[in-house]
T-cell receptor, first 109, second 112 residues
C-alpha cells in the first residue's frame, strides 16, 4: 500500500464548481505540502501546513494530523485551475517528502 | 531572476551512454534536490544536497551520481543509461528555514 493516497485520481468539473481533492497518508508526519503541476510540467508550491487551515485566494488547504488526512479546496473554479495537484507529506523520521501521485483536475468552461 | 534552470530540456540517449543533467539556481539556496517523475507516479528523490560539498542519497540513487562544488550548481550524472531511466527529471532548491521548494522546468530523458 502506498504511504500517500490521493483521491480522486482524475476530476473533471464545470467552471464555477467547488472542488475538493483529498490526501490520506499512513506515516507519521510533521507537515504537509500541496503543489500544483501545470500542463507544461512546471511545479509550484501552493501551501505548507502542519495544522488547521490555510487560505490563499480561492485555494483552501486543511489538515487533520490525528486522522492523517488533508484536503485541498478550490472555490469558484476556473479553467486556468486545470493542473495536477500533488500532496507531499513530510516524514517525521527524516524530514523527507513523500510524494503523492497527484490528482489531475480539468475545469471545463 | 531566473530561479532554477535546467538543461537540456529533452534528450534521447542510447543504452549504455552517459550524460550530465545540469541544474543551476540563482537564489543562493543551500538545499538542492534531484527528482525523477515517471508517468502516473509521484516524484521520487534521487539525491539531495544541503550545501556545497555535501550530498546524500535519496530514495532511488542507483545509476546516478551528483556533485556540489558550488552553491549554485548541482549536476546529475547518469552512467551507463538504461531504459528504466526514461523519465522526467526535476531539480529543485530551497533555503535554510523554509520548506518551500522551487522547481526547475524539468528535463525529459528517453533511453532507447
Amino acid at each position: 500500500k502506498n504511504e500517500v493516497e490521493q483521491s480522486p485520481q482524475n476530476l473533471t468539473a464545470q467552471e464555477g464548481e467547488f472542488i475538493t481533492i483529498n490526501c490520506s497518508y499512513s506515516v507519521g508526519i510533521s507537515a504537509l505540502h500541496w503543489l500544483q503541476q501545470h500542463p507544461g510540467g512546471g511545479i509550484v508550491s501552493l501551501f505548507m501546513l502542519s495544522s488547521g487551515k490555510k487560505k490563499h485566494g480561492r485555494l483552501i488547504a486543511t489538515i487533520n494530523i490525528q486522522e492523517k488526512h488533508s484536503s485541498l479546496h478550490i472555490t469558484a473554479s476556473h479553467p486556468r485551475d486545470s493542473a495536477v495537484y500533488i500532496c507531499a507529506p513530510r516524514r517525521d523520521s527524516n524530514y523527507q517528502l513523500i510524494w503523492g501521485a497527484g490528482t489531475k483536475l480539468i475545469i471545463k468552461p | 531572476n531566473a530561479g532554477v534552470t535546467q538543461t537540456p530540456k529533452f534528450r534521447i540517449l542510447k543504452i549504455g551512454q552517459s550524460m550530465t543533467l545540469q541544474c543551476t539556481q540563482d537564489m543562493n539556496h543551500n538545499y538542492m534536490y534531484w527528482y525523477r517523475q515517471d508517468p502516473g507516479m509521484g516524484l521520487k528523490l534521487i539525491y539531495y544536497s544541503v550545501g556545497a560539498g555535501i550530498t546524500d542519497k535519496g530514495e532511488v540513487p542507483n545509476g546516478y551520481n551528483v556533485s556540489r562544488s558550488t552553491t549554485e550548481d548541482f549536476p546529475l550524472r547518469l552512467e551507463l543509461a538504461a531504459p528504466s531511466q526514461t523519465s522526467v527529471y526535476f531539480c529543485a532548491s530551497s533555503s535554510v528555514g523554509s520548506e518551500t521548494q522551487y522547481f526547475g522546468p524539468g528535463t525529459r530523458l528517453l533511453v532507447l
